[in-house]
């Protein structure tokens, strides 16, 4: 019979202190959706759970100037009740959309879909083309990473022992920006991506050019991917069919998947051209 | 290790004794014999353990009864009275959308918690709102028109 420790610590310095002090032997507790599973399918390798939802320093949605600040603890619903989130993010609440379930989104958190560090999560992808930074408090101090430099791996982040996401702040994209998510998979709902996309495209004004382009897939790597060398194609470029389809050919040409349950490696490289396109198709909206 | 925790479900109090992996849905189906809870894939895919946490539908087999102290706690138990159905209930009765009625009350619990946010909601709304509910034996239709019969009212 399993038996587990349990902590509740009332502030952040203290949940810092427990987690650096019990090491592997404890994980922390957010929303649970994923870690509840984990413990209940076994065999787990540590013994204690570090609950870390009465911490009111991971808490809310707050804008200052022109950034936005989302507690870690903060569940994926709370995004999309917000409605400015909606009005300046609106890529990060179709992704919200798009993940899981009602009841799954009311409890799990935006720090969790970014901790677990699943290349399928829908809510992280969205992050590297909003350019998030990630606050983490740890027993060192507090640092700031950038959200691509994040992941080290499939369920694996550059977090060390003791430290802990506390928020996510990113800033409005320029007001003329328009961002896309496609979440591809077999079922409309409560579905994990065989491929997701997120385009976030910055139109020169008065011209028919980009300025800025960002892409990002995931569920076709061993993490997360920013596809540096297709936004680069599309900056200060005419926007043509040709263009874009160039663009899909790079992403194509970045990502390297794996055949599993879901689907084959194949099948998603390929999505990822079809997805990439018609995602910046979709984005840029005007006539090709 | 045990500990002793209070819980607050239907407005009741009720003093536990509970294993820190021991989640809300034992708790209420074991402890507390609150069985109209189902236990269908324990792992957050069917829906059929919803309950109402502070209002909002959640899967009371991904939450640890240690978790829930302090909450509102919402179970089957909980809605319409000993002797009458509530509007949800009886709309789901009158449509034929129930067979097996393993998924009923999480169906039930959901479909409460939409309509308490969006009384009048789009059939799509519905539709996106029971997403986390499968039913395997009568499908969804006659399920989204009880629920969209009891929004008319």
Known sequence: MLDLNYWEPGNLLEAVSLLSNLG??????????DLLVKMKKGPINWSGIVNLKGLPELKGINFEGQTMTIGALTPISALMANPWVGVHFPVLVEAARSLGTPQIRNLATVGGNLCNASPAADVALVLLIYEARLLIMGPKGPR???VQEFYAGPGQTVLEPGEILTAVEMDVPPLNSKGVFVKHGKRKSHEIALVNVAVLITPQPG???IARARIAVGAVASTQLRLQ?????????VVTVDALERAAELAEAAVNPIDDVRSTAGYRKQMVKVLTKRALQEAWGGEL | MKIPISLQINGEMYQVQVPVQKTLLSVLREDLALTGTKNGCDSGECGACTVLMDGKPVNSCLILALDAVGKQITTIEGIGGITELDP???ALVAHGAIQCGYCTPGLVMT????LASNPHPTETEVREGIAGNLCRCTGYVKVVEAIMDVSRD
């Open chain 1, 229 to 237: 060398e297709a936004e680069e194609s599309l900056s200060d470029t």
């Open chain 2, 88 to 90: 949800i209930q009886e």
């Open chain 1, 144 to 146: 700031k990473v950038p």
């Open chain 1, 207 to 209: 011209t028919k050019q």
């Open chain 1, 24 to 33: 592997e032997k404890a994980r922390p507790l957010a929303g649970g959706t």
């Open chain 2, 111 to 114: 479909a409460k918690a939409l």
